[in-house]
């Protein structure tokens, strides 16, 4: 019959209407300001850097301006300054640490590659989006001071990532203590061995 | 199919006036292909398309290249005897010679008909300044009108016999073939908080004197 | 001449003239010339045609390209293999995922690479998800332009964001994700992933369902695309079109039957084929090609294999293949879509060439829409399926 | 509603009662505004965008108008294909070269007061495609933006964001007085030029009345 193409397809969206109203299906909208989508774990938007300590965030990053992201990211978007001195890190060693650390969000294209090719885990990816400015200049560019969150907001938003991230840099440094140890050992044993020797030298 | 080598050989026969040049790809792909002389392009690639062994109907990809001069150094050793009489003297003479560059447009044909292929041809202008011609392919096969379009504007190779050979992407009043290793982009590097490398260089200019190379800015949060 | 004075208007984007002109022409007399786009609703994006009209008959239409060409391979040619991936997922924004792997394909194929068995399967769920999201987002765009305002586009995009959301929860990004990488993929999904997926899939043919009853026995569409837009095969061949517009009009060629890539040869699956090639054809194919993906996707799911996704040879950082070029291609949701490298053994490609399938499958357009009202041409530029990015790169 | 600024030589209507005054007579069930107020609230609750996507932001706007995130909760669902009929230009995607006159052109076109959004990295600065040959970095280096979101693409919730940022900005406008909202002044410019296409790039490449580089003494 002519028409009943028409009456068919209507008859499907008073479905759908009707169905708006009751059927959970069919209720798909979030009323974005007062009811927040819940994020999925993996979500990225722009990285961040990651300090160990929430005191002292700028004498605890993890970053030690090895540049490697900032030579890999594709809109090049990062700018890496080395500092001239060294800090001690987490496990105790001297490392360098970035004098200017900026990524420049309005360019920045969320791949997340950074992440990926940083050997020490010092740049994560945050979820935060709701970042919308009227300054372009100052907002957007964010340097090292405005970058660096603590490890346990990382913890907060990718907790299962955060918690392999950790296990790892646990059982790196336990096995660099361990080999330090061997290694202090079988100096002390050498030393021990053959008493008149240069003194060993000083292990930086 | 028959290898490229086969096809190389019937072209041979068919069209025994015609440079068929055979170009190994030394990579894993091993996707080999013919360098074709510009002058009986168009009947070769008729041909192609219309050998009933190859019915290559459909032709995929149609692409510039661009190969700049190269300077390139060759080092001949030759052994002089010393007249003195000592163990002969091995002199490296250094000669540079300049390797003119050239465009090429390459072609990736296939066939629908007899789910075949690809067969990949190349076309190589003389040089890259006054002599870039090369014939349109269109007339055999429509795939290529766009993409040849594309190729002029880009690369600035002009194809002969193209119904409609225009600027495809840029504007018409723009000069340059932007795809070119040697196309220097315009200059718009005023505002790079980033900048580093080629970037850098290049936003310098735009920074005053006083200006740091990589400001810090956006202080307090 | 300074440019800003008002005395000097600029001229409109290389069109010398008004947007709207007379022009006269010896056969059919007085005719008026158009100029759509490229800011116009139903062009897809920033798309242009000079339309010169008889009445509301079509007599010419040339398209004007190039309004979004961001000169991705220029930009891929100075960075390297692996940060173009992010940039190809911007070509073809719908389906992120199938240019990733069309990319990941061609560069295998220039540096010899292979892929654990585990990452092949994942890589054809993700592009025949990716295929469900296009073809539904296509064909409420289609409608959009035979003018029913929003609705079906509502019902697409509702679905659309349930995959969106698998796709979000996979790889981190909803559009962007950036998910394969040479010699594998990046993430491996968890049980909790694949169970959502795999409902999604089996809730997917009701949906379906509900669409065509919704749209397919319409009265007005059936007028409005029954006999519009007609392409043979053989024209269609010559002009290098393919994807679905090509299966349309009765051609047998589908990549994922002749190249076999991927593990595309072990599923069951056929190939659905049009006969009239007209913009009827073209809507049902991707109906049917839908049906078709969740037959493959359920098989998917039930074989996937355990193991490693990513080839433990594979390299992330400083990968450089050896000198060579290689065109790699696969069947993507709107046609073939290739990728050309040469590379000279450096980190970066020294020659990076998408071979877009919108642009080609384009290349007709005049010839389907000449002699058909401009409405009809709206239509028959919705049923070719163009996404801009990749159009113009 | 957003708290009212405080004008320094109030709309007549007004009156001259605080804000806690006010406040007070709202719980009393009175409503006091004032024609300013009324304006501004069904201002910001009507912005009408221009339909006009440029890239992949495009189809995160539109999904922004779809069921799941409804751009229509906050009155903004209207899409205009006309810049005669619209309020808001959502700058969603990239900006090349060849497309920056028209995107100027429809600037121009539309009636005051008018407002742009600009979507997207590629629409603030070029974003991953600002090394290109044809790409405009930045749409504000012709046209004044009011917000910027950052993203690539920005999530549609990001683009609600946003718009609520500028509904917030529109309440606060004041329709005379010194600190009278730009639209409300003859003298600031309400079109612009638009650049001219040029043998190697747009001529001139930027608007210097609109846009201009921190100078590195303000970035310090």
């Not at chain 2, 440079?19 to 002058?39: K, Y």
């Not at chain 2, 008909?113 to 429509?142: C, E, F, H, M, Y």
């Not at chain 4, 639209?183 to 001529?203: K, N």
């Amino acid at each position: 019959m002519l028409g009943s193409g028409i009456i068919n397809g209507l008859i499907v969206t008073a479905k759908n209407f009707a169905g708006s109203y009751h059927d959970p299906e069919r209720m798909v909208t979030v009323e974005y300001p007062e009811q927040k989508t819940v994020l999925p774990e993996n979500y990225r938007n722009f990285p961040f850097l990651i300090t160990e300590n929430a005191t002292d965030p700028m004498g605890t990053l993890r970053c030690v301006a090895c540049q490697i992201c900032e030579k890999e990211c594709p809109p090049q978007c990062i700018i890496i300054e080395k500092s001239k001195d060294k800090k001690p890190d987490a496990t105790g060693k001297l490392q360098l640490y970035p004098a200017i650390f900026g990524i420049d969000t309005s360019v920045c294209m969320s791949c997340q590659i950074c992440v990926e090719v940083c050997p020490f885990d010092a740049i994560k990816m945050d979820k935060v989006f709701e970042i919308a400015t009227t300054d372009r200049f100052q907002d957007l560019f964010l340097d090292r001071e405005r970058l660096a969150k603590p490890n346990s907001y990382y913890h907060e938003i990718h907790p299962v990532e955060a918690a392999e991230v950790d296990g790892r840099l646990l059982a790196e440094r336990k096995a660099a203590e361990e080999k330090a140890k061997v290694a202090a050992a079988a100096k002390a044993a050498a030393a021990a061995a053959k008493p008149v020797v240069t003194p060993p030298p000083a292990t930086p | 199919m028959e290898t490229l080598e086969q096809i190389r050989a019937r072209l041979l026969l068919a069209y025994p006036a015609a440079q068929i040049t055979f170009v190994t790809n030394p990579g894993p792909a091993a996707e080999h292909s013919l360098l074709i002389e510009a002058a009986h392009a168009v009947e070769i690639a008729r041909w192609l398309r219309d050998d009933p062994a190859l019915r290559l109907d459909y032709c995929s990809n149609a692409t510039g290249v661009d190969w700049p001069d190269k300077t390139i150094t060759d080092v001949t050793t030759t052994t002089e005897p010393d007249p003195a009489g000592g163990p002969a003297k091995t002199v490296e003479i250094k000669t540079t010679r300049l390797q003119p560059g050239y465009l090429e447009a390459i072609y990736h044909l296939y066939s629908i008909a007899l789910k075949q292929g690809p067969v990949v041809i190349r076309l190589r202008t003389a040089n890259r300044t006054d002599a870039v011609t090369l014939p349109s392919l269109t007339p055999t096969w429509r795939s290529c009108d766009f993409q040849e379009r594309e190729i002029f504007d880009l690369y600035g190779i002009i194809f002969t016999g193209h119904p409609d050979l225009r600027r495809l992407l840029m504007w018409d009043e723009f000069k340059d073939h932007p795809m070119r290793k040697d196309y220097v982009e315009p200059d718009d590097y005023e505002w790079e908080p980033t900048a580093h490398g080629a970037v850098l260089e290049r936003a310098k200019p735009h920074q005053s004197a006083a200006a740091a190379p990589a400001p810090k800015m956006g202080g307090t949060p | 001449m300074n440019p800003f004075t008002p005395s000097a208007p600029a001229p409109f984007a290389s069109a010398p003239g008004p947007t709207v002109r007379a022009v006269h022409d010896e056969f059919h007399g007085d005719l008026l010339e158009v100029s759509m786009g490229p800011q116009h609703p139903s062009t897809h994006g920033v798309f242009r045609m000079v339309a010169t009209l008889d009445g509301e008959q079509l007599v010419k239409l040339k398209p004007v390209f190039g309004y979004l060409h961001r000169n991705h391979e220029k930009i891929a040619e100075n960075t390297t293999y692996l940060g173009s991936m992010p940039y190809t997922d911007r070509l073809d924004y719908l389906c992120s995922m199938s240019t990733n792997w069309a990319y990941a394909l061609a560069v295998e194929k220039l540096a010899g690479q292979a892929v654990p068995e585990r990452a092949q399967y994942l890589r054809i769920i993700m592009a025949e998800l990716t295929r469900l999201v296009n073809h539904s987002c296509l064909v409420g765009f289609l409608f959009n332009d035979l003018g029913t305002s929003f609705t079906p586009l509502l019902y697409a995009f509702r679905e659309r964001e349930k995959i969106i959301d698998l796709f979000e929860a996979l790889s981190g990004s909803r559009m962007m994700c950036n998910y394969q990488r040479f010699g594998g993929c990046r993430v491996d999904p968890t049980p909790e992933w694949l169970a959502a997926a795999q409902q999604l899939v089996d809730n997917f043919p009701r949906f379906l369902d509900e669409y065509e009853r919704m749209l397919t026995g319409n009265e007005i569409m059936l007028a409005r695309t029954q006999g519009v837009g007609r392409l043979d095969a053989t024209h269609a061949i010559n002009a290098g079109i393919t994807g679905p517009v090509l299966r349309a009009s009765g051609v047998d060629y589908d990549l994922r039957k002749v190249d076999a890539y991927g593990f595309y040869a072990q599923f069951d699956f056929r190939v659905p084929l049009g006969a009239h090639g007209d913009t009827y054809d073209r809507y049902m194919m991707r109906i049917l090609e839908m049906r078709e993906s969740v037959k493959i996707l359920q098989q998917a799911f039930k074989r996937l294999p355990a193991g490693p996704i990513m080839d433990p040879k594979a390299k992330l950082r400083g990968f450089r293949p050896k000198a060579g070029e290689a065109y790699g291609r696969l069947e993507g949701p709107k046609g073939e879509l290739g990728f050309f490298l040469i590379s000279d053994g450096s980190p970066n490609p020294y020659r990076y060439r998408v071979r877009p399938p919108s642009l080609i499958n384009l290349t007709l357009l005049e010839e389907m829409c000449l002699g058909h009202t401009i409405a009809d041409a709206v239509v028959i530029l919705g049923s070719i399926d163009i996404v801009l990015g990749e159009v113009d790169r | 509603m957003s708290d009212p600024v405080a004008s320094p030589t109030p709309f007549p209507a007004a009156g001259n009662i605080s804000d806690a005054e006010r406040e007070d007579l709202r719980r009393h069930g009175i409503l006091m505004t004032s024609l300013e107020e009324l304006h501004n609230w069904g201002r910001s609750n009507s912005i009408w965008p221009l339909q006009f996507g440029l890239a992949c932001c495009a189809i995160e706007m539109i999904a922004a108008a779809t069921a799941r995130f409804d751009i229509a909760r906050f009155g903004a669902e209207i899409f205009r294909p006309s810049p005669r009929q619209a309020d808001l230009m959502i700058v969603s995607g990239t900006v090349t070269k060849k497309m920056a006159p028209q995107v100027i052109r429809l600037w121009n076109q539309m009636p005051e007061p008018k407002y742009c959004i600009a979507m997207g990295a590629c629409a603030i600065s070029g974003g991953p495609f600002k090394q290109g040959y044809n790409v405009l970095k930045g749409i504000d280096r012709f046209i004044p933006v009011d917000i910027y979101i950052p993203g690539c693409p920005p999530r549609p919730e990001a683009l609600l964001n946003g718009l609520i940022q500028l509904q917030k900005q529109i309440k606060a406008e004041q329709l005379t007085g010194p600190n009278a909202a730009r639209f409300t002044r003859p003298e600031e410019p309400s079109e612009f030029p638009i650049p001219a296409y040029g043998a190697h790039d747009l001529v001139p490449t930027k608007n210097d009345a609109v846009w201009a580089p921190p100078t590195p003494e303000a970035k310090a």
